[in-house]
């Protein structure tokens, strides 16, 4: 027998251990790459503590040695092998740290040190579970580490991941750790340089260390999230944007924070300049990646903040994110919950601090990214009022379809008597100017938003109310701003003997008719220039929003609305005295159909275009005739 083979000794794994290799083994990871990862978070632990221990102490091996992690693969003997320089392992460490499943040799060392040097440090991770992850690729796995510690003799540990593993002494000359992985027959694909350069770039390109690849730096960007914001320049800082976007383009804007309570971490967040969505793209996806000590957790981690900021690129790195199984299913872990919830507090007040102090900025800021923005009114209760005070809008007191106002601005300068904020919308400005629903608002020069995104109605209807004002359509039925109208808004022509009798009447003509289409007909208090309007009964979404739900239910149909009728128009006059004769009523009933159809058209409703264009000829064959005394004189 050997002499090796006389001083090699055997362990048996723990009886828990051996229940969990199979699953920490084959089940913990989705992605078989991420060994790799967890090798290099291993040695990066190990030369942060080497790095911590120089500080603090002379006398220690390999003084001259530089803090460099080197990774080989050799295809024909097909084994993988990852060096570092760090602090290595004794005997009784491999034993504790590699031997034990859950034994974190970063805890037992950090608990070792003065609470400054806890800081200095900055150490996590886990050895033992994330080491195991190796057994996915692997048949056999040796170990060859040399501690630090002067005159301690090297060891190598081997193990093929079942029952047992092995120890034996060894010669190495230098301090640290050598990891062998002798890759099963389907696994050859790890000992390929560019295999092997591709997953460092994924997971772990921030490493503070440098990693090199058969030779060569593989490591090239530095985690500028971790330094001082005082010591980066913006060039920096455009740079880091573009690597880890992918584009060329500069951010519209940046944050760059760290916290430590109620957890740790340090982040940069960056706002594209340009919104993709708008350009007939799919919708974006998430781009903030979450870190651990500088190694990827997960790429567009969607966890990290709500769908309604998907717009949002950057890097979140947390120490109190254990390098275990956690990586897998953090979805549930309550240390992402809490950092979601200060990173979108951090967001929110950036944006709030850019519209008062740089309002063009904002502008430009909303433009882009408003339409996304607002979907957060609906589903984040917590952050409604923030986000309503965001929400920017155009109105009937801008100067052009660019100006915008906020609904703070809304109602600063609402009239002294004004109860309510109230919106119109159409598919754009041109249009709603020329609805007649402005006509009273116009009279009374009060102010009405204008809303050309359908969007904006889900949104404001989600607000209700803003500072105690409650949010209204200029659609609907009953106004607060109705309630003392003069029903005498202006003076178009006198009225005919006995209107008020005739006007009834032809009321009562119109309720019959469009008895099918309507809720009811009544006298409006709200039209100055237009004959008649279709308004909603309370509670029901404009016919904007209808439209927008039928898109998605072709079952729904469009709500029935109220008729008003503006008495003072000289159409309406006229139509009331040829309803006082009996021989007008078929031409009255095809006007009266046309009137509705006309106030459909212009919310933007045409129920059956194929009925209107005879219609419609009808009514000009009866002009026609009239005015070449053909037929029965109509009234003007």
Same mark, same amino acid.
């Given at each position: 027998?050997?002499?090796?083979?006389?001083?090699?000794?055997?362990?048996?794994?723990?009886?828990e251990?051996?229940?969990?290799?199979?699953?920490?083994?084959?089940?913990?990871?989705?992605?078989?790459?991420?060994?790799?990862?967890?090798?290099?978070?291993?040695?990066?632990?190990?030369?942060?503590?080497?790095?911590?221990?120089s500080l603090?102490?002379?006398?220690?091996?390999?003084?001259?040695?530089?803090f460099?992690?080197?990774?080989?693969g050799?295809?024909?003997?097909?084994?993988?092998?990852?060096?570092d320089?760090?602090?290595?392992?004794?005997?009784?460490?491999?034993?504790?740290? !590699?031997?034990?499943?859950?034994?974190s040799?970063?805890?037992?060392?950090?608990?070792?040190?003065?609470?400054?040097?806890?800081?200095?440090?900055?150490?996590?991770?886990?050895?033992?579970?994330?080491f195991?992850?190796?057994?996915? !690729?692997?048949?056999?796995?040796?170990?060859?580490?040399?501690?630090?510690?002067?005159?301690?003799?090297?060891?190598?540990?081997?193990?093929?991941?079942?029952?047992?593993?092995?120890?034996?002494?060894?010669?190495?000359?230098?301090?640290?750790?050598?990891?062998?992985?002798?890759?099963?027959?389907?696994?050859?694909?790890?000992?390929?340089?560019?295999?092997?350069?591709?997953?460092?770039?994924?997971?772990?390109?921030?490493?503070?260390?440098?990693?090199?690849?058969?030779?060569?730096?593989?490591?090239?960007i530095?985690?500028i999230?971790?330094?001082?914001?005082?010591?980066?320049?913006?060039?920096?800082?455009?740079?880091?944007y573009?690597?880890?976007?992918?584009?060329?383009?500069?951010?519209?804007?940046?944050?760059?924070t760290?916290?430590?309570?109620?957890?740790?971490?340090?982040?940069?967040?960056?706002?594209?300049?340009?919104?993709?969505?708008?350009?007939?793209?799919?919708?974006?996806?998430?781009?903030?990646?979450?870190?651990?000590?500088?190694?990827?957790?997960?790429?567009?981690?969607?966890?990290?903040?709500?769908?309604?900021?998907?717009?949002?690129?950057?890097?979140?790195?947390?120490a109190?994110?254990?390098?275990?199984?956690?990586?897998?299913?953090?979805?549930?872990?309550?240390?992402?919950?809490?950092?979601k919830?200060?990173?979108?507090?951090?967001?929110?007040?950036?944006?709030?601090?850019?519209?008062?102090?740089?309002?063009?900025?904002?502008?430009?800021?909303?433009?882009?990214?408003?339409?996304?923005?607002?979907?957060? !009114?609906?589903?984040?209760?917590?952050?409604?009022?923030?986000?309503?005070?965001?929400?920017?809008?155009?109105?009937s007191?801008?100067?052009?379809?660019?100006?915008l106002?906020?609904?703070?601005?809304?109602?600063?300068?609402?009239?002294?008597?004004q109860?309510?904020?109230?919106?119109?919308?159409?598919?754009?400005?041109?249009?709603?100017?020329?609805?007649?629903y402005?006509?009273?608002?116009?009279?009374?020069?009060?102010? !009405?938003?204008?809303?050309?995104?359908?969007?904006?109605?889900?949104?404001?209807?989600?607000?209700?109310?803003?500072?105690?004002?409650?949010?209204?359509?200029?659609?609907?039925?009953?106004?607060?701003?109705l309630?003392?109208?003069?029903?005498?808004?202006?003076?178009?022509?006198?009225?005919?003997?006995?209107?008020?009798?005739?006007?009834?009447?032809?009321?009562?003509?119109?309720?019959?008719?469009?008895a099918?289409?309507?809720?009811?007909?009544?006298?409006?208090?709200?039209?100055?220039?237009?004959?008649?309007?279709?308004?909603?009964?309370?509670?029901?979404?404009?016919?904007?929003?209808?439209?927008?739900?039928?898109?998605?239910?072709?079952?729904?149909?469009?709500?029935?609305?109220?008729?008003?009728?503006?008495?003072?128009?000289?159409?309406?006059q006229?139509?009331?005295?040829?309803?006082?004769?009996?021989?007008?009523?078929?031409?009255?009933?095809?006007?009266?159909?046309?009137?509705?159809?006309?106030?459909?058209?212009?919310?933007g409703v045409?129920?059956?275009?194929?009925?209107?264009?005879?219609?419609?000829?009808?009514?000009?064959?009866?002009?026609?005739?009239?005015?070449?005394?053909?037929?029965?004189?109509?009234?003007?």
């Amino acid at each position: 027998m050997s002499e090796k083979m006389k001083q090699e000794e055997s362990f048996e794994f723990q009886a828990e251990i051996k229940k969990l290799l199979n699953i920490l083994s084959h089940s913990l990871y989705t992605h078989k790459e991420v060994f790799l990862r967890e090798l290099i978070s291993n040695a990066s632990d190990a030369l942060t503590k080497m790095k911590f221990c120089s500080l603090t102490n002379t006398d220690y091996e390999g003084k001259d040695i530089p803090f460099e992690i080197s990774i080989d693969g050799d295809e024909e003997k097909k084994t993988l092998t990852i060096t570092d320089t760090g602090i290595g392992m004794t005997k009784d460490e491999i034993i504790q740290n !590699v031997g034990t499943i859950a034994k974190s040799g970063s805890l037992e060392f950090i608990t070792n040190l003065s609470e400054q040097a806890k800081k200095d440090s900055n150490i996590i991770g886990q050895f033992g579970v994330g080491f195991y992850s190796v057994f996915m !690729v692997a048949d056999e796995v040796r170990i060859r580490t040399k501690s630090h510690k002067k005159g301690e003799p090297a060891y190598e540990w081997h193990s093929d991941g079942t029952g047992k593993y092995f120890l034996n002494p060894i010669e190495k000359e230098n301090r640290g750790t050598e990891i062998i992985v002798h890759l099963k027959d389907e696994e050859k694909e790890y000992t390929e340089k560019t295999r092997i350069q591709s997953i460092i770039k994924k997971y772990s390109n921030f490493v503070s260390f440098p990693i090199m690849v058969c030779g060569e730096r593989a490591n090239q960007i530095t985690a500028i999230w971790k330094e001082p914001k005082k010591e980066i320049k913006e060039e920096q800082y455009n740079e880091f944007y573009k690597f880890i976007s992918n584009t060329e383009d500069t951010p519209l804007f940046r944050l760059h924070t760290s916290a430590e309570a109620p957890i740790q971490f340090s982040s940069i967040l960056y706002c594209p300049s340009t919104n993709y969505e708008t350009y007939g793209f799919k919708k974006l996806e998430h781009g903030v990646h979450l870190y651990s000590n500088k190694i990827l957790i997960q790429s567009d981690c969607k966890m990290l903040l709500p769908e309604y900021m998907r717009f949002i690129h950057g890097v979140v790195d947390s120490a109190d994110i254990p390098l275990n199984i956690s990586r897998e299913t953090f979805q549930d872990n309550r240390i992402i919950h809490k950092m979601k919830s200060v990173l979108v507090k951090q967001v929110l007040t950036l944006l709030q601090d850019m519209a008062r102090n740089e309002k063009e900025k904002y502008e430009t800021f909303w433009r882009q990214f408003g339409r996304i923005l607002k979907e957060g !009114v609906h589903f984040d209760f917590e952050n409604k009022d923030t986000l309503a005070q965001l929400m920017r809008f155009n109105s009937s007191m801008c100067k052009s379809p660019d100006e915008l106002l906020s609904l703070k601005e809304y109602i600063d300068r609402m009239k002294p008597d004004q109860k309510e904020v109230y919106y119109i919308t159409a598919v754009n400005r041109e249009t709603i100017e020329k609805s007649p629903y402005l006509e009273i608002f116009r009279k009374k020069d009060i102010e !009405v938003m204008y809303l050309t995104d359908p969007n904006d109605e889900f949104l404001l209807s989600g607000l209700h109310e803003f500072e105690k004002k409650p949010i209204r359509s200029a659609d609907q039925a009953n106004l607060d701003l109705l309630k003392d109208s003069d029903k005498k808004i202006v003076d178009i022509t006198e009225e005919p003997q006995n209107y008020e009798e005739i006007f009834k009447h032809l009321l009562k003509t119109i309720k019959v008719t469009l008895a099918d289409r309507t809720i009811d007909v009544k006298e409006s208090n709200r039209l100055v220039d237009s004959p008649c309007c279709l308004v909603n009964p309370d509670g029901v979404p404009s016919v904007h929003v209808q439209k927008l739900i039928q898109m998605v239910d072709s079952n729904y149909k469009i709500s029935k609305k109220i008729m008003e009728i503006n008495r003072k128009h000289r159409m309406i006059q006229n139509l009331a005295r040829m309803n006082e004769t009996p021989s007008y009523q078929p031409l009255i009933e095809k006007i009266v159909n046309q009137l509705f159809e006309n106030a459909l058209m212009q919310d933007g409703v045409v129920y059956d275009p194929t009925s209107m264009a005879p219609r419609l000829n009808e009514l000009l064959e009866e002009l026609t005739k009239a005015t070449l005394g053909e037929g029965k004189r109509i009234i003007v």
